[in-house]
């Protein structure tokens, strides 16, 4: 008959292994909406530093901007998935140069922006105009400066990359 207690041992390291990685990785911080959080990724610091001197840092978090708020499941749903998207990219340093938002993101900002501004808005959404553009494509400078987050020179996102 075998001994149990290797398995023990085994889970017990586990355990303890597992707890010394969320002590020293904060892991509970990324659950909450805290901008510094996002900017615990150094590739994070360009964004992070525009926003903190642009006119949002008063009045929103990161969080509020980039993560759908129709429901918490959507919120947390999201939240995880992009979390561990950016792990892989952070500790396999296969991230660009330049950080761009995906289609889904690009939704999520816009319905933000939406949500956030509505009395403003609501004579642009219902207006006569078309409806067809990023309220960045003209207020680009509002929450990440003059240039986005990109400390690379200008140059133009193409759909899709």
Request: charged share 15%; glycine share 6%.
């Amino acid at each position: 008959m075998l001994s149990k207690w290797p398995l023990i041992v085994g889970i017990a390291a586990l355990l303890l292994a597992l707890g010394v990685f969320i002590w020293a990785a904060d892991a509970p911080a990324y659950l909450g909406h805290e901008s510094a959080t996002c900017n615990n990724c150094h590739v994070m610091d360009a964004a992070y530093e525009n926003w903190y001197h642009g006119a949002h840092g008063r009045f929103a978090e990161c969080t509020d901007c980039h993560l759908p708020h129709q429901n918490l499941i959507a919120y947390y749903y999201f939240k995880g998935k992009s979390g561990l998207h950016d792990v892989l990219w952070f500790v396999t340093a296969s991230y660009p140069d330049a950080i761009r938002t995906t289609a889904e993101t690009r939704n999520i900002v816009q319905a933000n922006c939406i949500r956030c501004h509505a009395s403003t808005v609501d004579s642009i959404v219902a207006g006569a105009q078309p409806f067809d553009r990023y309220c960045w494509d003209c207020h680009r400078i509002v929450t990440h400066g003059e240039r986005g987050i990109s400390l690379l020179p200008y140059h133009h996102q193409e759909e899709g990359k």
